[in-house]
Structure formats: C-alpha cells, structure tokens
C-alpha cells in the first residue's frame, strides 16, 4: 500500500510561481519512479513532468519544459514541482502519481497506465 498526497496548489497570477510538493508514505523501502500530471475542466489527465527513482533523469511535457522542474528528495519521501512563470492555460488539477512495480530497465513513463498509485490532487488556478 502506497499512500501519496499533494500540497502547495493555490491562486497565483499569471507569471508567478507556485511549488507543488508530493508526499510519499506507506510501501517505502524503496523509491518509486514519479510523474506529475495535471486535468483541466473538461479536458483529460495531461502528462506534466516525470523522474527516475534516483532523481537523476527527468523529462517533461512540451507545454512544460523551460518553466516546470520537477525534482525529489527521496530522504524526506517526497516529489516536487517548481512551476515558473504560469500561465493562464496551466490552472488545472495537479496529481501526483507513482509506478510502484520495479522494472529493470529505464523508460519514459507518460501515459496514465504506467502509473498505479494517484494522489487526491491539488489545485492551481492562475489569473490573468
């Protein structure tokens, strides 16, 4: 059993920043690969960001890159997204998920499917 819960959403104007933080508890011996994702309304869960379970590879959704770091501080159990200069088109539902399943090999993981455990989410909304 993995439990993860996100914190840190909220209101921000445009060009601002917010950091999302995603805490992980439960099954932790050891380190989950980890993605940000987020959901408009009305539109599906988008791929935001992804990390290796080391922390030492990341990638991200075009929409994100340049703005957006995720990174991990896998001492403290936790994820996190530095968002920078938001724009109107990120407010969103920002979910935290985890692949608990260890795999050999390193891949990208940004589809829903490849993630089994989903934080409740957070809100951001950015204002123009």
């Known amino acids: 059993q993995v439990q993860l819960v996100e914190s840190g959403g909220g209101l921000v104007q445009a060009g601002g920043s917010l950091r999302l933080s995603c805490a992980v508890s439960?099954?932790?011996?050891?380190?989950?690969?980890m993605g940000w994702f987020h959901q408009a309304l009305g539109k599906e869960r988008e791929f935001v960001a992804g990390i290796s379970r080391s922390g030492g590879s990341t990638y991200y959704a075009d929409s994100a890159k340049g703005r957006f770091t995720i990174s991990r501080d896998n001492a403290k159990n936790t994820v996190y997204l530095q968002m920078n200069s938001l724009k109107f088109e990120d407010t969103a539902v920002y979910y935290c998920?985890?692949?608990?399943?260890?795999?050999?090999?390193?891949?990208?993981?940004?589809?829903?499917?490849?993630?089994?455990?989903w934080g409740q989410g957070t809100q951001v909304t950015v204002s123009s």
């Open positions: 998920a985890a692949d608990s399943t260890y795999r050999s090999s390193w891949y990208r993981r940004s589809q829903e499917y490849e993630y089994d455990y």
């Open positions: 439960g099954r932790t011996s050891s380190s989950y690969v």
